[in-house]
């Protein structure tokens, strides 16, 4: 396929972003890169210092919020893509709501409690939505344990194993790998549906 | 019984056991997890009841902070 003829199909869709840090900036990036239609992103945080170690986002965006930070980014890539922003802590509440019409959702949260409660949230209300989520890319090297593999319609990216913690921080590079495969998986699943 | 864990082949004496049963026979500590039994999802609560049987599909997934 041409990449006219992928932008073609790319243009009708909709992706939601749950989180805009290290996983969520960087996959809504790389698929408005490519010309996804729309993208529904949703965070509560706001930029700090220590973020811009692995999140798209620039010096002067500090203390502001990632999601408006987001849009203004993604907009600066590709003007052509629109971006439902929500500013918000994602609950099992609006989950449904936010994300119901997406073609995919992509988990882009930080922590473990979050990724469970929306793969339930999203069992319970959306069953039919693709959910495409991060599980383990934290420290550096170790390339070779990335992986992307299919649990009916759940997509899991990341090596399953490495936690973070003080020794073990989530970097630019490991994260971004992972956010960039959450991204090309997003693209499988939208691109083979033709 | 043989079932699917996890998308390979694994086989137990029993012919049933709960999925509380086969963490602790697979010796899986996480801390959380998301587990489904031919693709119905199985909730923290439903662990001691949840029966697994000859040819089920089971996969648990060790959810894992960082993002």
């Known amino acids: 396929m041409r990449f006219n003829q992928i932008k073609e199909i790319l243009k009708t869709k909709t992706v939601g972003i749950a989180g805009c840090g290290g996983l969520g900036s960087n996959c809504a990036v790389a698929l408005a890169r490519v010309g996804v239609g729309k993208l529904i992103i949703a965070d509560f945080d706001i930029i700090e210092e220590s973020n811009l170690n692995r999140q798209y986002y620039f010096q002067n965006q500090i203390g502001q919020k990632k999601v408006s930070c987001l849009k203004g980014n993604i907009y600066l890539i590709n ?18 709501e936010i994300f119901h019409n997406c073609d995919v959702i992509v988990e882009a949260f930080d922590k473990a409690e979050m990724k469970n409660m ?9 069953p039919d939505t693709p959910l495409v989520i991060g599980l383990g890319m934290a420290g550096w090297g170790d390339s070779n344990s990335l992986h992307m593999r299919k649990s009916h319609n759940i997509y899991i990216c990341g090596d399953e194993v490495k936690e973070i913690s003080d020794s073990m921080p989530p970097l630019a590079p490991r994260v971004g790998m992972v956010a960039n495969m959450q991204a090309n998986t997003v693209l499988e699943i939208l691109l083979n549906d033709q | 019984m043989n079932i699917i864990l996890n998308n390979r082949a694994e086989s137990f004496s029993k012919d049933m ?14 801390k959380m997890m998301v587990i489904k039994i031919n693709g119905k999802l199985i909730k923290k609560h439903e662990r001691d009841t949840a029966q697994v049987v000859d040819g089920d599909d089971v996969q648990i997934i060790h959810m894992i902070s960082g993002g």
Request: hydrophobic share 35%; charged share 30%.
């Open chain 2, 17 to 30: 056991l709960t999925i509380t049963e086969i963490l602790k026979e697979k010796n899986y500590t996480f």
């Open chain 1, 79 to 96: 003007p052509d893509v629109e971006v439902i922003d929500h500013e918000l802590k994602l609950d099992s509440k609006n989950i449904p």
């Open chain 1, 118 to 126: 929306l793969i339930e949230t999203a069992y319970d209300h959306i």
